[in-house]
């Protein structure tokens, strides 16, 4: 019986041998059988495993991966379906090379989506890395897709057999050149990337800088920072600059809150402990100082003309400091007017040792 099978075969397997074109349909044919087998049972029983896990990210990577798998599949079958009808070598090579250079556009692709979903996946928990968040999260992803974008476009090229070599000096040379015409740029897109990563500042934050600017930062960018002065000025400062300066961060600590100091004389003979009182009332009624911290007054000095005070308190926002300060320098001076406490201004004693002489 496995002889009468074999003869019936056999012319079969003959006239299979004999032409060479039907080979490469059984080839491609198979590849496509091979690629929809892979994607419909293959893939499907990954998906329902991933769908056991806690995390999201391996159902989209899963996503992404079938359909290039399912392509490279058929541009092999493709391939080998090309070498079987012994075109020649020049058309080999051109098949050869061009279904390579698909099947790598493909897998670049798929590297760009996967690197991207990596990266976002990764912002999303500032414990990973603590350089790459949301706002650094852009400056990544270019990196990312230009790295990616040029080691695949140079093993496309030698898939072709052409020379890289010359093209790499050449841009080697021009990036050179490239870095010293835009070095203030490049200063100011790392100070940028390290001050978001350092985070001396966020936005929303009020800080001082070493020229005398005060502000709130609005906007914290790769090229600058910009800050909205009181003035409502807003003033955009390089991100090299800001890298390099003092900072004084009104905003940050442990909190929010800030310290004011309100300094106060008064003249010599005046009741301390009747302007201590005075003073820590009028901290304690205004709704804007906080009481935990309780506010505090200290006697300072020994003035050349007055004892110097100092009220002491806290307040829930930088932002207010002017606003409070100037309603509590009223109620101080109200205050003192009632209680008759004087609050004396500079001014200097003159003595005559001799009178000059008049001349006649």
């Known amino acids: 019986m496995l002889s009468n099978i074999q003869n019936s075969i056999r012319p079969y397997l003959a006239y299979f041998s004999e032409h060479i074109w039907v080979q490469a349909l059984v080839i491609i044919f198979a590849s496509f059988l091979m690629a929809l087998i892979f994607d419909r049972f293959i893939v499907t029983t990954l998906r329902s495993l991933a769908t056991k896990t806690k995390i999201e990210i391996d159902d989209h990577l899963i996503n992404l991966l079938h359909r290039p798998i399912y392509s490279s599949v058929i541009l092999l079958g493709l391939s080998l379906a090309t070498h079987t ?25 798929l590297l760009l989506r996967v690197t991207r979903l990596l990266l976002r996946h990764i912002a999303q928990n500032d414990t990973h890395i603590n350089i790459l968040h949301f706002k650094t999260l852009p400056l990544f992803e270019n990196m990312a897709n230009i790295t990616i974008f040029v080691f695949a476009v140079y093993i496309i090229f030698s898939t072709w057999n052409i020379d890289m070599t010359a093209w790499l000096a050449s841009a080697g040379i021009v990036g050179i050149a490239v870095g010293f015409a835009a070095k203030d740029t490049l200063a100011n897109l790392f100070s940028g990337v390290f001050i978001m990563a350092d985070a001396p500042y966020k936005i929303g934050d009020f800080v001082v800088l070493d020229s005398g600017e005060r502000g709130e930062i609005t906007h914290i960018g790769i090229r600058s920072t910009r800050l909205l002065t009181r003035d409502d000025v807003e003033v955009t400062i390089p991100n090299s600059v800001m890298g390099n300066t003092k900072i004084i961060n009104e905003s940050g600590g442990p909190n929010e809150k800030y310290r004011i100091r309100i300094a106060v004389g008064v003249a010599y003979g005046s009741d301390i402990d009747l302007v201590r009182t005075i003073l820590t009332e009028i901290a304690i009624a205004n709704d804007a100082i906080c009481i935990d911290p309780e506010p505090r007054v200290r006697f300072r000095a020994f003035g050349a003309s007055s004892l110097d005070f100092e009220l002491l308190g806290w307040i829930d926002q930088p932002v207010l400091k002017g606003r409070v300060i100037d309603l509590i320098n009223c109620q101080i001076y109200k205050r003192f007017l009632e209680e008759k406490i004087e609050i004396p201004y500079s001014k200097q004693d003159l003595y005559i040792k001799e009178m000059p002489k008049s001349f006649d």
């Open 85 to 109: 009808l012994h075109l020649g070598d020049s058309i080999e090579f051109f098949a050869f090379s061009f279904f390579k250079s698909i099947a790598l556009i493909v897998w670049s692709i």
